[in-house]
């Protein structure tokens, strides 16, 4: 008789469950997608449409991406979409995918350096919810799918160069407790970054300046503080009466260098190489350098008459009133800082539009302020560039081969002056 009641119980229970899911209105999912997505989903959404109701419980049309559709991209109304998300739910659901989607648009409203941000989206998150009670909740990352998001989030800040305070110390230890795992990356990154904010010898301005001569000066400054005596010019090709190019030119050259120029062979010829680049921070700036080619036995003359003062395998130690050894480099030449094996660096520079016609007015301009050598030295360009279209970008649009990207093409013309 039980066993009969249970059977009517049960069957009666399937029955219910079938005619409630009958009549339940369709539920609309939310997932903060892109672009791309919400458009599938709009296709989707007309073809259910189209098909009737039985395409309807298929495809689920999600709700739009805030941050996408916004037609103003500015930190108001990023904080404001933030503030709305938050007052719109009290249990403030489906927060993982706003947060990752804030995150993915910050570059576009151009907060992604900012701090106060940050603490909005951790805002966020529910507090005292995702904290864990013992042990093995702490260690086996309690609410995983929320301490990931923000570990991410702290990432982010860190790739972009944002340092926490102490006040999302406290916003993290209020969300996730003091054995949440995003407060480990926190007091980790706390430790580091302090560290590293400050160790750079070349400090820059925050923000850099946008404008490309006082970032190409910043550079330029940064490559001659290998000898503290180089001297930093700015140029104007207008100077130059058969300039095709009006541009600006910064150029890095030390006395010592103009010392190397004057001492050169006149048989020999030099280059001007690159186009190299260079960071400053994250900015890029092309820069060329003139240089001719190393003297192997020249050099290795001076390397055998100088003594490398930092070996300690050859310590002379005076022992029972002998005198102590005398020092080899006292006299004579000594190897410069410019003297490398690859060649001797006599200049280096950056124009604003990095053509030849550029380069051809430094070689110029250098020579009328006193460098007078390079009138009687040929001046060869060498160029090298892995991409053709960055031979393209100096030389100018032109008929040049089709090279794969692993390979090099170094092309050496001789200066055009008379």
């Not at 930190?75 to 993915?104: C, G, P, Q, W």
């Not at 969300?175 to 580091?192: A, D, E, I, S, T």
Request: net charge neutral.
């Amino acid at each position: 008789m039980i066993r009969k009641l249970h059977c009517i119980l049960r069957l009666n229970s399937t029955i219910t469950q079938s005619i409630y899911r009958q009549r339940a209105p369709t539920v609309h999912c939310r997932n903060y997608a892109t672009d791309e997505a919400n458009a599938n989903h709009k296709n989707d959404s007309s073809n259910t449409k189209r098909g009737g109701a039985a395409g309807s419980s298929k495809n689920l049309p999600s709700i739009r991406n805030p941050f996408a559709a916004a037609h103003e991209k500015t930190k108001n109304s990023y904080l404001t979409m933030v503030e709305i998300f938050e007052e719109r739910d009290v249990h403030r659901r489906n927060h993982v995918e706003f947060i990752y989607a804030a995150l993915k648009h910050m570059p576009d409203f151009g907060v992604e350096h900012d701090l106060e941000v940050y603490k909005a989206l951790i805002n966020v998150m529910p507090k005292g919810k995702f904290i864990p009670t013992n042990l093995f909740q702490a260690e086996f990352m309690h609410y995983p799918k929320q301490q990931q998001c923000i570990i991410d989030l702290l990432e982010q800040m860190e790739d972009y160069g944002v340092m926490p305070d102490y006040e999302m110390e406290a916003m993290l230890l209020n969300v996730f407790g003091n054995k949440g795992h995003p407060l480990r990356k926190y007091w980790r990154m706390m430790y580091w970054m302090p560290k590293f904010k400050n160790l750079s010898p070349w400090p820059l301005p925050d923000p850099v300046p946008d404008d490309t001569l006082e970032i190409a000066k910043l550079a330029v400054e940064r490559m001659c503080t290998v000898d503290l005596r180089s001297k930093i010019d700015v140029f104007e090709t207008s100077e130059i009466k058969d300039s095709l190019d009006d541009t600006w030119i910064v150029s890095g050259m030390s006395p010592e260098q103009s010392k190397l120029l004057r001492e050169h062979s006149r048989q020999k010829a030099l280059y001007i190489e690159g186009p190299f680049n260079i960071w400053i921070r994250n900015r890029r700036i092309n820069y060329f350098t003139l240089r001719a080619d190393a003297d192997p036995e020249f050099l290795a003359q001076l390397d055998k008459a100088q003594v490398d003062e930092d070996d300690v395998t050859q310590i002379g130690v005076p022992l029972f009133g002998r005198a102590p050894p005398r020092r080899h480099n006292q006299l004579g030449k000594v190897r410069s800082v410019h003297q490398q094996d690859d060649g001797t660096i006599f200049a280096i520079c950056a124009t604003g539009t990095s053509t030849k016609d550029s380069l051809l007015s430094w070689i110029r301009l250098l020579e009328a302020h006193g460098n007078a050598s390079l009138g009687e030295i040929p001046v060869l360009f060498r160029f090298t560039s892995t991409v053709p279209a960055k031979a393209e970008q100096i030389e100018g649009p032109s008929n040049l081969p089709a090279h794969s990207s692993d390979t090099s093409s170094n092309k050496e013309q001789p200066d055009s002056r008379p």
